[in-house]
Structures are given as structure tokens and as C-alpha cells.
């Protein structure tokens, strides 16, 4: 075996690799081995006709194939080692002649990554404003959701409930008929069609009326799109919404059962703060790692989003699973997904993941970030936390095994180097920044202090 052609682009090294005649021999003698026991030569006991006669039989040609799958995995490992080249998953190979036989290996490289200047980054977080306005409309949603329908003796207005008997067809055929039918009159609403809550508004008890609308070329229902449904409605009813007054037996008849509305809104107010300030955050990690990645330079095999990709279509397969009720109807989405779209949308996703994640990995390693056993131990019982009493132990001895303790080590590794990051970004010393953090370890402080430029 010898390479006769090597080049390396990024992290893929493409070696041309020739079969010398002696190995490729031995590698025959081993095909015909295996073939001799599958193939019924006439005149033979299966197992016992020569290599000749079998070659001849079912040709040189079927015999090469059958010692492809042990010569090419060999010839690979076998030129790898001589080029001296580090493998980063398995080879793809392509034969380009049978004799002598002459091969394409196209060998994935460890990624390469070289930060840039990132104790230069200066990034502030955003600070979070609850604004009164978003708590109001939280409690107009919960006043709605107990509200009760009156019946008013006036014309129809946006926001009532309109019991009408509805009449309607399309192109001549029933569409939607029904008596006492109830709707909500909404001018942004496209039910039935558009266009239909602004013909109601102005009607009365007792009015009637016929008209037609048109839905739009490019309607979510495609059985609908350009179609003019006729419409005929007889108003029955007319009901105005009221709304609870905002006082404690408003708030204590809500699921929640606060004592006092001002504990509700107290409750809102501190809920909804929690939720912008996890979402600042994550923007603003978001932001961080940008600025990160734009001044590094990250190469990676194409294995590695190949990977990457695998993964984030199989959680996709899972959310669409739990969307179904039956294997049929799961069959009947994946019928409707186009895979070519599916991976315009994914595979850039997993291309930024993969750089997310060598960048973060090199940073940790270039910071010395560490996680020790005290903080493993620490972060597990934090997360047996929500977990009842009596089956916490069963839980930890799971979580002493040591693939979970690996996967709790991940967690608290991008943890402790997002927070290094935050620090440099901000400028802070680590105690400063542990204050508005997860509680650190003595010997976690001490690492980060050492790690502090």
C-alpha cells in the first residue's frame, strides 16, 4: 500500500492510496474464503470448489467487491498512520479503479480553532424595565378570561358576541349554515372570512343581511384561496362583555388564589420580571459568543455538522411526534416536510452550534477552567431540589454514574466559561460577578480568580 497523492484543505486531508499486488492478494485469498461458503458452484460441495474455479465462476470483478469492505477500513488506518494524520471520525472512501486497485480517502481532521483578542471584548447587558402597561394587559387578560356576556339592546360594536343563524355558500354549494351560531366580533379576525365582523358591526336584534367577501389568492387554507363565499345572517342577539372589577375577590377567584389583588399584581410583576431577565440574559450571551466567534478563526470537519445536523433533526422528529396522536397522522406530517427545506433551515443552525461550541471548548481550555467533584456534588443536589423526599436517593445513586456525572460536568463547564466571559466583557472582578450568579465553590472562586487577567 502506498500514497501517491496527498492534500490538505481545512481540517479534511484527501489521500490517493494504490493497493500494492502481494496485499491485495492476501486480501482476494481472504474474499474468496467468505464467498466460497455463499456461492453454489455446479460440481462443487458449497465451501469446496477452488479459487480459480470460483473466480471464473462468478468473476474477478465479484470477488474485488467482496474484499472491499476488509481492504479499504485496513488501507485507510494503514495510510493514516504513515502520513502521520490525527483521524476525527471514519474516512469516506471512493474507489476510482479495481486493478490495482486505487482508492480516494477523504479523512476528517480535529478541528482547529484560534481565538482572537477576546479579553478585548466590551459588552454590557441591557438593563430590564417592567413597564406598567405589560402588567395591565396581563390583568385585562385574566379580567377577560372571567368575564361575563350581557345582552344589550343597541347596534353591534367591535368586541361583542353576535348569536346569529348564518346561511353561506361557495360557488353555489353549502358552506357554513347553522342557527344560533355565536361569534366574537373582531375587525382583525378572519372568521368565517375576512372581512365578515366589519358587515356585522352597525346590525341590530333582528336585522338581516346579505353579502359577499372574498378570500385572499394567498389564504392559509389553500381550498379557500380566491374564493367568494355569500353570506345571508339574521341577528338574534347582541352581548357586551363585562369585565370583573380588579379588587381581592377578583383575585381570589382565579386559579391562583392570591389573597389581595395586590398580591396578584405583585405575583405578575415578579413572574414577568424573572422571564425578561432570562431572556436578556440569553440575548445577551447570544451577543457575547457573536462577538467571540467574529474574532476567531473556527474550522471543523464537515463529519462534525454532518453530526450535528442528525441530531437536531431527530429532536425535530420528536416535537413533531408529540404533536400527533397516531403514527398515521405522524406519517401524514412527514409527507408535507420538504427536506430540502428542512436542511436550509437546520444545517445552518448546526454549523453555528458547532462553532458555538469549539470556541466556548478552546476558551475554557485557554482560561483553565476547571470543575471539581465539590461542584459536580453541588450542582446535582441542586437539581434534586424539585424532586420529592422520598425518591431523592434512588435519583442521586442514578446520578452517580459516570456518564450522567459527565454530562453534569458539561453543563457547569459552559456555565463557569460563559460567566468568564461575562466578567471580561464587563470588566469585573469574579466576586463581583458571582453575586449575581449560581453560588460558586471556594475552589471554583479560586480557579476564576487565578484565570482574572
Not at 467482496?66 to 502521520?84: F, N, R, W
Not at 361575563?148 to 353576535?162: F, H, M
Not at 470588566?427 to 460558586?440: C, D, I
Request: net charge negative; proline share 6%; aromatic share 4%.
Amino acid at each position: 500500500m502506498k500514497v501517491t497523492e496527498k492534500k490538505i484543505e481545512g481540517c479534511e486531508a484527501l489521500l490517493t492510496i494504490e493497493m500494492d499486488s502481494a496485499s491485495m492478494e492476501d486480501a482476494l485469498d481472504h474474499a474468496y474464503q467468505k464467498l466460497v461458503k455463499k456461492v453454489d458452484v455446479p460440481g462443487f460441495r458449497k465451501g469446496k470448489a477452488p479459487r480459480q474455479i470460483l473466480e471464473n465462476f462468478v468473476g474477478r470483478e465479484r470477488l474485488i467487491d467482496e474484499s472491499l469492505d476488509e481492504v479499504l477500513p485496513h488501507a485507510c488506518a494503514e495510510a493514516i498512520k504513515e502520513e502521520k494524520l490525527q483521524s476525527f471520525g471514519t474516512p469516506g472512501v471512493e474507489v476510482l479503479q479495481n486493478e490495482p486497485l486505487i482508492f480516494k480517502a477523504k479523512v476528517p481532521l480535529p478541528p482547529k480553532v484560534e481565538l482572537g483578542d477576546y479579553k478585548s471584548i466590551r459588552l454590557e447587558p441591557e438593563n430590564v424595565e417592567v413597564k406598567d402597561e405589560i402588567i395591565d394587559g396581563m390583568i385585562r387578560q385574566l379580567q377577560h378570561e372571567k368575564a361575563i356576556w350581557e345582552p344589550v339592546e343597541r347596534p353591534v360594536k367591535s368586541g361583542d358576541l353576535v348569536v346569529m343563524d348564518l346561511e353561506s355558500t361557495i360557488d353555489g354549494a353549502p358552506f357554513i349554515n347553522q342557527k344560533g351560531l355565536q361569534i366574537g366580533i373582531d375587525e382583525q379576525s378572519k372568521y368565517p372570512a375576512p372581512g365578515f365582523s366589519q358587515e356585522i358591526i352597525g346590525l341590530a336584534q333582528g336585522d338581516t343581511k346579505e353579502f359577499k367577501l372574498k378570500y385572499p389568492d394567498d389564504f392559509a387554507k389553500p381550498e379557500l384561496a380566491g374564493k367568494e363565499p355569500e353570506f345571508k345572517v339574521k341577528i338574534n342577539e347582541v352581548k357586551e362583555e363585562k369585565l370583573p372589577p380588579t379588587d381581592d375577590d377578583f383575585a381570589m377567584s382565579l386559579d391562583v388564589e392570591m389573597p389581595t389583588f395586590e398580591a396578584l399584581k405583585a405575583r405578575l410583576t415578579e413572574n414577568y420580571r424573572k422571564r425578561i431577565e432570562q431572556q436578556a440574559n440569553q440575548d445577551y450571551e447570544n451577543r457575547l459568543v457573536a462577538e467571540l466567534i467574529k474574532m476567531s478563526k473556527v474550522e471543523y470537519p464537515a463529519n462534525l455538522v454532518d453530526m450535528e445536523y442528525e441530531r437536531l433533526v431527530n429532536a425535530q422528529m420528536e416535537r413533531w411526534r408529540s404533536q400527533v396522536n397516531s403514527e398515521a397522522e405522524l406519517e401524514e406530517l412527514l409527507g408535507r416536510v420538504n427536506p430540502e427545506e428542512l436542511a436550509k433551515q437546520l444545517r445552518p443552525m448546526a454549523e453555528d452550534r458547532i462553532k458555538i461550541s469549539l470556541a466556548l471548548g478552546k476558551l475554557s481550555s485557554a482560561e483553565d477552567i476547571k470543575v471539581t467533584d465539590a461542584d459536580i456534588d453541588a450542582e446535582v443536589t441542586r437539581m434534586l431540589e424539585p424532586v420529592p423526599e422520598d425518591q431523592r436517593a434512588a435519583q442521586r445513586q442514578q446520578m452517580e454514574s459516570k456518564e450522567a456525572r459527565e454530562q453534569v460536568v458539561q453543563v457547569l463547564l459552559s456555565r463557569k466559561t460563559m460567566e468568564r466571559l461575562k466578567q471580561i466583557a464587563t470588566e469585573r472582578l469574579p466576586t463581583e460577578a458571582s453575586a449575581e450568579t449560581t453560588p460558586t465553590t471556594e475552589n471554583e472562586t479560586e480557579n476564576k480568580e487565578e484565570a482574572t487577567p
